[in-house]
């Protein structure tokens, strides 16, 4: 069956996240001492684990500010690798990540070329992301793709987070096609796959690791966009049963 559009995750799909967050941690490892022998894939556990745990749905329904949550994030950060920090070089340390974050920031390798091809392909794309509007928003202007973007559907706005259907619908409604006929491509096994899937969206898992695929549900894999015509042919001709 043909594809009528393609939706898209943002963060480590779109959006090289991952890059630019393992970049902030670097800096942290030079900056403190209590940090620098810890392994740095040890690190990025951890801090995700306190952003997925509660961070993100505080910020998300407003609960806390953007900046408070950073604040505390990074003081239960240091607190877990036994580094005591005053408040004063909590934000020192919150300030250097963040730089480095936005010093390091790219797209996923090979994802603005993709969207510029289904653009011109006449292929409608929605983004359905767990975050904030502005930061969203901010992304696509940096990596030069907003105009490749129909519809940007974010949890903020709709007030429920994927995997709920709200946001699937919401973006399906946007753009006014069925599901049966749309992909979705993201690196989320649990939010990108697993919320896609019972609507009727048929899942591509985006991801760029050696991670063993899940048996359910059935979903398409993708590990990278290059070359561009594999990629292409995959998130348009990837539904079951099509050509």
Known sequence: MAVNAVLFDMDDTL????FARLAGLRALQGAEAGLARVPLRELDSVYERLFTTGHASLVLTGRITLDSSRRSR????LKEFGVAASRRRVQELVDLRLAEYYRRRRAVPGAPELLRALRSAGVPVGVVTNNLRTEQEEKLRFMQIGGYVDHLVCSEQVGVMKPHPKMFRLALRRLAVSADRTV???DSWDSDVRGAAPLGIWPIWFHRDLRPMPADPPAGELRSFRPLSRAFAA????RPGGA
Not at 74 to 77: D, G, P, R, T
């Open 15 to 18: 959006y090289d996240h991952r």
């Open 74 to 77: 990074m003081a239960a950060f």
């Open 184 to 186: 979705m491509v993201g």
């Open 235 to 238: 998130v348009t001709r990837s």
